[in-house]
């Protein structure tokens, strides 16, 4: 029999713009609230005391810190909201409004523990994904809150395995895609000549090595044959 996280449907949301709400300003929260922010959401952080980190993108105006506790009408208007209080009663009451309000949930924290087999009664609308970022490229992994450390250890080892040559690599094969589908006479040419760049590791070498306008050429010319 399959287990809840393997149901999961794996998505990347668009959150550029959106009000997306945070409750809680423990070293959880600032860690969602920072994630969110690189999304490009509209943050709002609800929490009587938070940490300095959170104080500090608060300070710059980068999200919005209401120092107090939880009120359903601090979800008008949001789009998702994440519970990431210490307090089980504060992470169901928030569970409750979202549910009332149609605001997508993610518990960072437990509203209640299963006492025999210690598993959350309740995990939310989605779970978020320790993920490696390199520009346009996202690299992301779960264990479905089985595993912390297994997930820690593996982005370890993308991080290392996915260095920063990938952002301007990325960068470039995007830029190709687009000349590709304005000077190749058919979709299907265009297509082809994608497969033969994407194919090409040393563009992604030369780049690392710093001849990122070599790569260019070397990338172009492969829509000429």
């Known amino acids: ?3 809840d996280a393997a149901q999961l449907y ?4 668009n959150l550029r713009g959106k009000r997306c709400v945070v409750v809680g300003g423990g070293t959880v929260g600032a860690r969602k ?10 943050v709002v952080v609800v929490a009587p005391e938070v940490t300095e980190a959170i104080a500090e993108l608060a ?3 980068r999200l919005e810190h209401c120092p107090k506790k939880f009120e359903a009408s601090d979800l008008t208007g949001a789009f998702l909201v994440i519970a990431a209080t210490d307090a089980p009663s504060v992470n169901a009451f928030v569970a409750d409004v979202a549910r009332a309000s149609g605001v997508l949930l993610n518990l960072a924290a437990p509203v209640a523990t299963n006492e ?29 809150g089985a595993g912390p450390a297994l997930s ?3 982005k370890r ?4 395995q996915f260095g920063p040559e990938w952002e301007p690599y990325v960068a470039l094969l995007r830029d190709v895609r687009g000349e590709a589908y304005r000077r ?23 780049i690392a090595a710093g001849d990122e306008q070599t790569a260019r050429q070397e990338a172009m010319a492969c829509l000429s044959y």
């Open 184 to 206: 190749l006479a058919t979709n299907t040419d265009a297509a082809a000549a994608l497969r033969r760049i994407a194919a090409r590791d040393d563009l992604r070498e030369m």
């Open 33 to 42: 609230a920072q994630a969110l922010l690189e999304a490009g959401a509209q």
């Open 116 to 144: 025999t087999t210690g598993a959350e009664s309740d995990s939310g609308d989605f779970v978020t994904m320790a993920t490696v970022r390199r520009g346009e490229l996202l690299l992301a992994l779960t264990t479905g």
């Open 157 to 160: 080892d993308l991080d290392a």
């Open 10 to 13: 794996p998505v990347a949301l």
């Open 1 to 3: 029999m399959k287990s």
């Open 152 to 154: 820690a250890r593996l």
């Open 59 to 61: 300070a710059q105006g």
